[in-house]
């Protein structure tokens, strides 16, 4: 019984023994390596773990602050130089306009064409004819001129065919536009300084259009034009000439919206004049004949310009479409401003052509330019037997067409 109690407490102490040994061995065991990276993602001996952002300022606390790399500096994209447009000339514009000129015809000239073609003109007829010439805006005394010389030379003559009765018309028609009168533009610089011309008229005439328009044309004679934009009151007015001066490489001189339009006209002057060019094309607000305020203030441009030198030209822009409504804006204006001479717009289309003639014999003022679309060269020096030609479609210096 003694030698079986001795062999279990040795047995005992042999187990403890070998479990002591084994446990420090097992404990001792190397972790497993860490897989390698590019970047080392925590100290040795840390427990792995996410790796977390630390802040701006812990990291700069215990200095492993990384700085970005270095930003290439992007240079601001270079935009192309505008291309230059070439104005077509302006010589025999109004005849290559011809066929936009002749949708008039259906008011004007198929009407009264239709008339002189009956075999026989009696009283009846020759009202008729009175009265197409007033629905075409000519004007009732204009008319009644025109009838009766009209009606004269048929009788001296003892015309009756209707060729030749269209031909009289023609030339009739072209009498009344007084073709003596002076049409050409006053541009030219003098005694060192530029030629001025101040455009002028009501709003939605299609006034800084045709300003535009008016510098191509100029431009197109080998002119060099700076563009003075006086309507301060009209924020989209500064910009739309601007469109049109880059077209055709004239400088544009403008001021702040609500600036004083007088004082925008003179700096483009002095600024026309310190880089020498031939004409300087000044566009002012459009005017309701009504305002008598607003008038005087056009009153005012015209003057402090002056200071420079005179305005050589002052062109009223009337639509064509207003018909004898345009001539009492003609009037208002000829009073603030002294008009020198007429530029019609939309005269292509729905407008009546007699209204050149009206305006003519209403004001004394020549037509000087003619708008026969919505094209950047349709606006033409206006010329009165090609005028009348396209009108009706005679040639008043021969046969009928």
Known sequence: MEYLVLALILLGVLLLGTVGLVVPRLRRRPEPPLPETSVRTRPTGEVPGPTVEAP???????GTVTAPPPVEPVAPPVEPAPTLERPEPTAGRLVRLRARLSRSQNVFGKGLLSLLSRDHLDEEVWEEIEDALIGADVGVDATREIVDRLRERTAVLGTRTAVELRTLLAVEL???LDPGMDRSLRAAPHDGTPGVVLV?????????????????VLVAD???????????????????????GSRVGAE????????????????????GIEIGVDTVLIDTAGRLQNK?????????????????????ETLLVLDATTGQNGLEQA????????????????????AKGGIVIAVQ???GLPVKLVGLGEGPDDLAPFEPAQFVDALIGVDPLGAGA
Not at 201 to 209: F, I, L, S
Not at 293 to 308: I, Q, S, T
Not at 331 to 350: I, P, S
Request: contains cysteine.
């Open 361 to 363: 014999r209403k004001l």
């Open 56 to 62: 701006e300022t812990e990291r700069a606390a215990t």
């Open 174 to 176: 072209v009498n009344a």
């Open 200 to 216: 002028v008229g009501v709003n939605g005439a299609g006034k800084t259009t045709t300003c535009g328009k008016i510098a191509r």
């Open 331 to 350: 009037r208002v204006f000829m009073e603030a401003v002294d008009v020198t001479g007429v530029v019609l717009t939309k005269l292509d289309g729905t």
């Open 222 to 244: 080998g002119r060099t034009v700076l563009l003075g934009a006086a309507d301060t009151f009209r924020a989209a007015a500064a910009e739309q000439l601007t469109t049109w």
């Open 292 to 312: 008598v305020g607003l008038m005087d203030e056009l009153g005012k441009v015209k003057r402090v310009v002056e200071k420079h030198g005179p305005v050589d």
């Open 252 to 271: 544009v001189v403008r001021g702040p919206e609500g600036a004083d339009p007088a004082s925008v006209a003179f700096d483009a002057v002095r600024r």
